[in-house]
């Protein structure tokens, strides 16, 4: 088994971590199609290096309670946990944003007073760019940020749009839930060198085209995703689809099945996924990379449902 290639220990009871992400959309400037920002993992990650995600990542216990509360506006903690149906709600949202701004460089925030962020001043950027390099480094705390810069995070325009749980007997598992949100307008996105080493925005439907071909590798639930928003024409669209659609996001947690050929993956509502037998870690495959990979060109070349209860039109 390669390097990077993680084993499944018999009978792992792999902890679930909570995790968000987001994708940024907006309307590409010359044909005003749908477009959304994907950072590229590092080529060395130990799940799928290399694949094309939306910035995201793990929730911190600093991301929620009083004082995050006082960093955010447009969306209390009760109202956000009221949407994900769990207390302390609000973290997944400030998580997004910070986030965001250490994976891609964008901060969706404002200022309590003055001009808006990121928008061509150069000694501002580079005051950015150094705050960013401290957050990474964990010699900044991103709260610590905000209030030092007079920062209000603009949760309130961050839509919650799909939740997925990593199956039964993956390496790793997450409770991931996926929002979306308006791109910042004036401020450039700008991979961060470390866990990611790539950044594009790219259509959906063009990400699909190329993880088909071989050229943009993705894993599932980015699949899924993808597929959903593609069915919009406009970032507006599917932003005001997200605001109305938030309050019914259903819990998507796959399960991997083995067959005779291999190994495949049924969600809730597919024949045989209740029949489906729990994993206990103790006939892994041989790669679970490679494993990932398959599930994902045949999740791809299958097309498939709306991955957030969001549907167009």
Do not use: K
Request: net charge negative; proline share 8%.
């Amino acid at each position: 088994m390669p390097a990077d290639s993680p084993e499944i220990p018999p009978n792992a009871d792999i902890a679930i971590r909570p995790a968000a992400t987001v994708m940024l959309v907006r309307d590409e400037p010359e044909s005003g199609a749908l477009e959304v920002l994907m950072v590229r993992r590092n080529l060395r990650s130990d799940f799928v290096g290399g694949a094309y995600v939306f910035p995201g990542g793990a929730v911190d216990p600093a991301d929620g309670g009083t004082e995050a509360e006082a960093a955010c506006v447009g969306r209390s903690d009760a109202e956000a946990s009221t949407l994900l149906g769990q207390p302390g709600g609000l973290a997944y949202w400030v998580a997004v944003v910070r986030e965001t701004f250490e994976e891609a460089g964008l901060l969706l925030a404002e200022r309590t007073d003055g001009p808006g962020l990121l928008s061509g001043d150069p000694e501002e950027e580079a005051g950015f760019i150094a705050a960013r390099a401290e957050v990474n480094a964990g010699t900044l705390r991103f709260l610590d940020l905000c209030r030092r810069e007079r920062l209000l995070l603009t949760v309130g325009d961050i839509h919650y749009f799909a939740h997925w749980i990593t199956p039964r007997g993956a390496p790793r598992r997450f409770d991931t839930r996926f929002c979306v949100a308006a791109a910042p307008p004036g401020q450039i996105a700008a991979h961060d060198a470390g866990e990611t080493i790539a950044e594009v925005w790219i259509s959906p439907d063009a990400a699909l085209a190329g993880h088909r071909e071989g050229a943009f590798e993705m894993i599932f639930p980015t699949i899924r995703n993808l597929q959903a928003i593609s069915r919009f024409s406009t970032s507006a669209e599917l932003l005001a689809a997200a605001a109305a659609a938030s309050r019914s996001v259903p819990t998507i947690e796959p399960r991997v099945v083995a067959d005779g050929n291999g190994v495949r993956i049924v969600l809730p509502g597919d024949e045989g996924y209740d029949d489906a037998p729990e994993p206990d870690g103790s006939n892994p495959p041989a790669d679970f990379n490679e494993a990932v990979r398959a599930i994902s060109l045949a999740a791809n070349r299958e097309g498939g449902p709306t991955a957030g209860g969001v549907a167009a039109g």
